[in-house]
């Protein structure tokens, strides 16, 4: 129980590496692992890269110990597939999953046709979680956006009254900083589609930038920085809070929704791979 506790612990912090080397002490002892053993390696081996190591793992828990996957450890083995770019592979286990398919492993795989703007797989990706969530508002902006990218403004316009009609809004961007004893909020709303130069002018106006610069002008130099947001962190933002780091000699600390980010010296514990 310690020693999973420590492997899950540490792969949400991004310590992908030492959380697998905890897995191997385990094996070594002869303890066996439990699912929930696995869903920390899994992530451990997402939050450090390790495409090949993942699959093999996966493969271990019910060849070795007996331990049927479940929705959990499929939508950790998509995410990480969809982030090497291996969509494609990603759909094929999706198409063969052994359940019914949930917003966790959908959304994994939107968010990665995102990052390697693969418009065909968002929609078909987008269309099941939107089926499964039609209240999903996260979904409708990530498509709307893949559309605007691509310059198909007729389908923007589409979504955009789906939204409408359906009442649909994403929730604004929230950041919280602890300074003083006094916890500090900063929100913003979730933008769509919008030229370069809008879109240059709002990543300068993120909530988690604000939230850094009020961080380092409050009268507490040389302390850690502690933010909570409720969205993932964007590539702008996770790159400009690195070289404050640096610059500034500030660590920082952000959980986002999905992990923690500790920036120190010009680096991040995820090495850059969220």
Known sequence: MT????IVGLAKCGQGNKALEYFYEMQIRGVKPDAITFVGVLVACSHAGLVDERISHFNLMSEK???????????????ILGRAG????AEELIKNMP????????????GACRIHDNLEAAERAAQQLLELLPDNGGSYV??????SSSRKWKKVKRIRELMAERNIKKPPGCILIEVGGVVHEFVKEVLFDMDEEEKETALNLHTEKLAITFGLVSP?????????????????CHTATNIISKVY?????????NRFHHFKNGSCSCKDFW
């Open 99 to 110: 359940m019914a398919l949930d917003h966790f492993v959908l959304g994994g795989l939107l």
């Open 249 to 257: 000699n500030r660590e920082t600390v952000v959980m986002d929704r």
């Open 65 to 79: 110990y007996g331990i049927r996957p479940s929705i959990e450890h499929y939508g950790c083995l998509v995410y």
């Open 3 to 6: 020693l999973t506790a420590l």
């Open 220 to 236: 507490m130099p040389g302390v850690l920085i502690r933010i909570v947001k409720n969205l993932r962190v964007c590539n702008d």
């Open 86 to 89: 291996r969509i494609a592979k």
């Open 142 to 147: 990530i498509l709307s956006n893949r559309y």
